[in-house]
């Protein structure tokens, strides 16, 4: 049971985006970066499915662990995150100002499990490809890096692996579903943006 806080800034109420604005944001955002894989540009569908499962397209969520780590926003990015792309005043309970921390976050994270594949050769570079590295990236933004490099460094890049082996953890089993997929409101993004 998590016993985390869920607060609605600035008067309690939800602001939801609809899951096409974020993609078409991601989109507008994006560009092809230079991995050992080649050019590669993180797909809108990995930011639906991390919207869908972090906030449920909530712009304004900021949730407090029992611990006191602290979340904000329709990705639920942390004050450290923040810092680490440099930009600690930007608002994450903004679609703009999330993504603008999201995007090269996930881009240096990209580029760290695309090393990781390369570095254990194999057939899991067709994998990253196509798609498995999304829920790696779940992964490196859930867990944090060091996990999915772990997994990647023990077992390679390899989802439906993951799941075999990990059954115990199906809720992360469906959150790198989603950001593979784009997750269940997918298709009407896909259609409308």
């Known amino acids: ?27 507008a955002a994006t560009r092809p970066i230079v991995t050992v894989l080649g050019p590669l540009t993180i797909s809108a569908r990995y930011a639906v499915g991390t919207a869908q499962r972090e906030s449920d397209f ?34 994450m309970t903004t679609l703009d100002g999330s993504i603008s921390v999201m995007v090269p976050l996930s881009q240096r994270r990209m580029i760290s499990i695309c090393q990781a594949t390369v570095n254990i050769g194999g057939q899991s570079i067709t994998n990253a490809l196509r798609g498995d590295l999304y829920a790696y990236l779940a992964i490196a933004h859930n867990e944090g890096l060091h996990a999915a490099l772990k997994s990647i460094g023990r077992y390679g890049l390899d989802w439906l692996a993951w799941k075999t082996r990990n059954p115990h953890l199906s809720q992360m089993g469906y959150y790198g579903d989603d950001c593979i997929t784009g997750g269940a409101l997918w298709p009407s993004v896909l259609d409308s943006a």
């Open 58 to 91: 909530s712009l304004n969520e900021v949730d407090t662990e029992p611990s006191g780590f602290v979340s904000t926003g329709i990705f639920q990015l942390s004050d450290d995150e923040r810092q680490e792309v440099k930009l600690p005043g930007v608002d």
């Open 1 to 27: 049971m998590n016993n985390r806080t869920v607060a609605f800034p600035p008067d309690g109420t939800r602001i939801y985006v609809q899951p096409r604005d974020v993609a078409a944001a991601w989109r």
